[in-house]
């Protein structure tokens, strides 16, 4: 059974069913959109967006929502209008109290029986927009409609516009009944055959409520023979009740106050109006004749004091709220930027992340990397410098870790302010991180970490948004991606960078005949037409190899001059392996293997 909050009791007090702001998906799916980014760029989580989104993207959850706005936009709107202008309904001619309002009690429950039997009935608009269209009866004795409230219902879907985001002026009201019983969206269109279920039981639950002979509602149902209904209600109390207020709200609550200080004065800041029911709340203005120690703080000050403060106030008003609203204006703009700097710098550092990442993939590819346990002891020993054992240690570390996104491989680099030895993280190295090589799977890409939501539980059946949002992730991933790749290219196009630098191997090649056949590289400076210098990278291999240090290269054609000799012999100084300078010389990497 679906138990709703309806609260139906105090008809008279303008509470006829509390089902304010119920949302169709129609308005949803723009918080959802707002809750998924504020989910995505929150790695710590919270909790009511969490569960706000987790309760809008639920196909069930959804369904009561539009529910729930049938409900509110077919029988709260008529009823609470009906029951906060009686009195004004009274005062000008209409045959209408405050005890008429058992009418529309009546037409509600005749209304709720139908539905029960037929719930398909509640997804008729013009069924559902009739309920209250008989309780009104003219001097001649014919039911029908109250034409004040035909009137106001009218306006409200017909004619009262409001502005929109791109400045138009829309009939929100309308475009939302629109939504509500002729869906487009299509987690709507999904929900139709579930409401009609959530219906039945709407209306089984509201005449529980209805008829409860413990609550105040049944004393105004016919039915029920409730005493203040309108089948006991007599021409003397009738004529009694005519032009006399159906609800208290303004004794009850500040906003009531508000509300009718807006309804009574027309035109005026809500600030305005909101005033006179916290100075009503507070006693500022009571005044006690018997005892004037008891009198409100206004009065207690001196007549001057009195004059003066109302005299600065009409003064300062005005300036004060310029200001203010100044001021949260310039709040709101710099939160905004500041969002925006944020979250570009977190999307720079994603980028910068995965492309680091790559390049260390490269460096697994390469000949940089110590990919099993015997090339990693036997590497390690050939270097000899403690520094450079720890550097080159930690770069294979990063290798994988980095590279491959085993972060929860890391080793510090230090505890308690003392650094671990070359030893220490080349244990880590061949013991925990590289036979995860086999159980993990080496990955032909690196993983892109946008930021995401937390995996959350799921109510019941997810919405068709859950997948658009989702699939847009998958997009704006690939974009990402794609810049990241293009970060690494222009890094490496202004000389900030070179990728190919780092997959060479960590200790220099013998310069003897092992090299010949091998595929090397050199740098050269050339001059270009308008007299500027440039350092260029030339491929060549090794067709012979001399002493100290010299070797034949057959360079590739690409590579050659006019006029330039095919073989050269040139010197390959050990100073110079791998380094970005005239005559530096490496092994030739082929980058199309590695992208």
Request: glycine share 6%; hydrophobic share 35%; aromatic share 8%.
């Amino acid at each position: 059974m679906l138990w709703l909050n309806v609260s139906v009791h105090k008809v008279l007090s303008h509470k006829c069913i509390h089902l304010t702001n119920a949302l169709t998906s129609h308005v949803c799916r723009y918080y959802i959109e707002f809750l998924d980014e504020c989910l995505r760029g929150n790695n710590k989580g919270n909790i009511l967006q969490e569960n706000l989104f987790i309760v809008l993207t639920s196909s069930e959850m959804v369904a009561l929502c539009r529910s729930l706005a049938i409900l509110h936009y077919t029988v709260c709107m008529p009823m609470r209008w009906l029951s906060g202008n009686t009195h004004f309904l009274g005062r000008c001619g209409f045959d209408w109290s405050a005890r008429s309002m058992g009418k529309a009690i009546d037409a509600l429950e005749a209304a709720m029986i139908d539905i029960e039997a037929d719930g398909s009935l509640y997804l008729n608009e013009a069924w559902m927009r009739k309920i209250f269209s008989n309780i009104y009866t003219d001097d001649y004795g014919n039911e029908g409609p109250l034409a004040p409230l035909e009137d106001a219902m009218k306006y409200q879907f017909e004619h009262k516009l409001t502005p929109a985001v791109d400045g138009s002026k829309v009939l929100p009201h309308d475009q939302l009944m629109a939504e509500l019983f002729y869906p487009q969206h299509q987690v709507n269109i999904d929900t139709t055959e579930t409401v009609k279920l959530m219906a039945c039981e709407i209306a089984q639950t509201i005449l529980k409520e209805l008829r409860d002979p413990h609550k105040a509602t049944s004393d105004y149902l016919t039915s029920a023979d409730g005493k203040f209904s309108w089948g006991e209600t007599t021409d003397e109390e009738h004529s009694a009740f005519l032009g006399k207020m159906a609800t208290n709200d303004s004794a009850e609550s500040p906003f009531a106050s508000l509300t009718r200080q807006l309804q009574q004065f027309g035109r005026m800041l809500g600030i305005h109006a909101s005033a006179l029911g916290h100075a009503r709340i507070n006693g500022d203005f009571n005044r006690d004749f018997k005892n004037f120690g008891n009198d409100g703080a206004y009065h207690r000050l001196s007549d001057e004091m009195r004059s003066s403060l109302l005299t600065f106030s009409l003064q300062l008003a005005p300036v004060i709220r310029k200001s203010e609203k100044t001021a949260l204006d310039k709040q709101r703009e710099a939160k905004r930027v500041k969002q925006e700097q944020l979250r570009k710098k977190k999307m720079l550092a994603m980028q910068t992340e995965y492309a680091n990442a790559l390049t260390y993939i490269d460096m697994f590819k390469s000949v940089a990397c110590w990919r099993t346990i015997s090339i990693a002891t036997t590497e390690f020993r050939k270097i000899q410098s403690k520094t450079a054992k720890l550097d080159a240690v930690k770069e294979q570390i990063r290798i994988l870790v980095l590279g491959f996104g085993w972060k929860d491989l890391h080793h510090p680099w230090s505890k308690d302010g003392v650094d671990y030895s070359p030893e220490d993280l080349l244990a880590h190295l061949v013991n925990t991180i590289i036979p995860q090589q086999r159980s993990r799977g080496i990955p032909d890409m690196p993983t892109m970490d946008l930021p995401s939501r937390r995996d959350t539980k799921q109510l019941g059946t997810k919405t068709v948004d859950v997948e658009d949002l989702d699939s847009r992730y998958e997009v704006e991933k690939g974009e990402t991606i794609a810049k990241a790749i293009k970060m690494r290219d222009d890094q490496e196009d202004t000389e900030e960078s070179d990728r190919y630098e780092k997959l060479q191997p960590r200790t220099r090649p013998e310069v003897d005949e092992s090299l010949i056949g091998v595929e090397m590289e050199q740098l050269w400076e050339y001059t270009e037409p308008d007299g500027s210098k440039v350092l260029q990278w030339c491929q060549g291999i090794i067709v012979g190899v001399k002493t100290r240090n010299r070797v034949h290269i057959q360079w590739n054609q690409n590579c050659l001059c006019e006029g330039g000799l095919p073989i050269t012999e040139e010197v390959f100084m050990k100073s110079k392996f791998n380094k970005h300078v005239e005559g530096g010389w490496r092994m030739s990497v082929d980058c199309a293997h590695f992208i």
